[in-house]
């Protein structure tokens, strides 16, 4: 694999831009993988390339039943922080935001990770009060959080309905500088170039179809392309776990749910920063092409339709316009949803699986991108060494049953009763 | 928007009505503590046809049982639960 750099672009444009080559192989699927991830969005595809980085496994294939990063990983929002309340997702989101803010040099793909900053506002004194507790909780634990007062908002976004007759009057916020957003394609993109260069097979257009055991032991996968053997088999497969779990009887904690988002027409820079507002789960931010992106609540019922319902984009736009009323001139020009896997308490699941040699990853809910790459460095660990690595050992699937959920919002077993 | 037919009022907009969770979630008063668990904890979540509990909240207020598909969003079967179901 040619290293890119603006050497070669140069060089490049001198013949036309003729050196190009494919970022990745498309290889026929062989008998037999040590190792097989199903799902080739973000997750699986960094899963893949670390344990062929970091762990020196030669013999691994990614299964993706559509295209690498069609799914999820190209149907979010690309918000990336790590302001979270409890340890486990501290030390989880974190470890990810560091490797966020190397991973266009590690890769030598550009992420455009751009810490722009990631905004909470707070809408009355006890928003302020639990911005407070959970900015009190990030610091204890290393992570920048800067509490704001309601002068700093107002300089940092000067769009804001700041006048007391605002629909969601705005008393402060808390800002984690360090946040912001990525391009989310380029990071599938760019696992996969990384992968496919350390030999790892990417094999798109190949859905598994069945699990195939020997004993209570997973020793490979049916898929529509054939029976492939595997060592070990990790699902990475997001909205679908459930899906695919189910192939091997397995019931899982998790509920399937459409998440939709949508971005506007192109537009001089205008929104700063990641605006965001728990109290009414509304998430503006400014694309570096200029449209404004907005999303909101889960559409709140199961579903796997990967379309959404009006009624929830709308309940979104109407949020974000009265927090920025100058967004309402604005054209919609897109807007897209993705099938989230709702975990119980929120939180995801890496790990074993009562299965012999199969492996999940999921339960992400609708907080998976920013997680991509330490998800793919703990999930390859696990994968590598048949054991969780340290950062993921909290979020085992049998933490129900024992009652050691991580329950950041206290939501309980209903993920729709926020 | 989907459109359910409640029992009671007739068809009408989904956001009159409000997702519970599915038949198989309902914990039964006399369920052993493992089968408890995987009812508050566990789904089918199928990529097809559930069973789900949806109440009529800003109509009649009743509950029903509601057969979905989760990938057309085609509603096979609407069934009224509770004591007015009773024959």
């Not at chain 1, 639990?130 to 290393?142: F, I, N, T, V, Y």
């Not at chain 1, 990525?182 to 030999?199: C, M, N, Q």
């Not at chain 1, 309940?315 to 975990?343: E, F, I, Y």
Request: charged share 20%; net charge neutral.
């Amino acid at each position: 694999m040619s290293q890119y750099s603006a050497f070669g672009l140069l060089r490049g444009a001198l013949n036309g831009q003729k050196h190009w080559q494919p970022a990745w192989r498309d290889p026929e699927p062989k008998s037999h993988y040590d190792i097989i991830i199903i799902g080739g969005g973000g997750h699986g595809l960094a899963t893949a390339y670390y344990l062929a980085k970091v762990h020196g496994l030669k013999n691994i294939a990614v299964l993706e039943k559509g295209w690498i990063g069609g799914g999820n990983t190209g149907r979010n929002t690309t918000i990336v922080r790590s302001n979270y309340r409890l340890k486990p997702l501290h030390d989880l989101f974190e470890f990810g935001l560091k490797m966020w803010e190397h991973l266009s040099d590690e890769l030598n793909y550009n992420v455009m990770f751009s810490p722009r900053g990631a905004m909470f506002l707070g809408h009355s004194d006890a928003d302020m009060t639990k911005l407070a507790e959970r900015g009190d909780a990030m610091r204890c634990d290393g992570i920048d959080a800067d509490l704001m007062t309601r002068d700093e908002v107002q300089k940092l976004e000067p769009l804001l309905d700041m006048s007391r007759s605002a629909r969601f009057p705005i008393e402060g916020g808390l800002i984690q500088r360090r946040g912001g957003t990525a391009r989310h394609d380029a990071v599938a993109w760019g696992y996969a170039r990384g992968a496919d260069s350390l030999g790892v097979d990417i094999i798109q257009k190949c859905e598994v179809t069945g699990f195939v055991r020997d004993g209570d032991a997973v020793v490979g996968v049916e898929t529509t392309r054939g029976r492939i053997n595997a060592g070990r088999v990790g699902i990475c497969v997001a909205g679908h776990s459930g899906h695919v779990a189910g192939l091997a009887g397995l019931k899982l904690p998790v509920e399937s749910q459409t998440l939709q988002a949508m971005v506007t027409e192109g537009v001089k820079p205008m929104i700063n920063s990641v605006i965001m507002s728990q109290s009414l789960h509304c998430y503006i931010s400014q694309s570096d092409k200029g449209g404004i992106v907005f999303g909101g609540d889960p559409d709140n019922w199961p579903s796997y339709a990967q379309r959404g319902n009006p009624m929830v984009m709308e309940r979104a736009v109407a949020q974000g316009l009265a927090l920025v009323p100058a967004l309402s001139r604005l054209r919609m020009v897109r807007t897209w949803s993705g099938v989230t896997d709702m975990s119980f308490d929120g939180a995801p699941i890496i790990g074993e699986t009562p299965v012999k040699n199969l492996f999940l990853n999921g339960g992400w809910c609708y907080g998976g991108f920013k997680a991509t790459p330490a998800s793919g460095w703990t999930y390859a660990h696990t994968l590598a060494t048949g054991k969780p690595h340290a950062l993921n050992a909290p979020f085992a699937l049998d933490r129900f049953e024992r009652g050691a959920t991580i329950d950041e919002t206290g939501s309980g077993p209903m993920p729709n009763s926020r | 928007m989907m459109q359910f037919t409640c029992p009671h009022c007739g068809p009408r907009d989904q956001a009159e009505f409000i997702y519970e969770r599915t038949v198989d979630a309902v914990v039964s008063l006399d369920a052993a503590p493992e089968e408890a668990m995987k009812s508050l904890f566990t789904r089918n979540n199928p990529r097809g046809v559930d069973e789900e509990i949806w109440r009529h909240t800003y109509g009649c207020r009743a509950w029903m049982v509601i057969a979905r598909n989760r990938v057309t969003n085609e509603i096979s079967a609407t069934r009224a639960v509770g004591p007015e179901a009773l024959p």
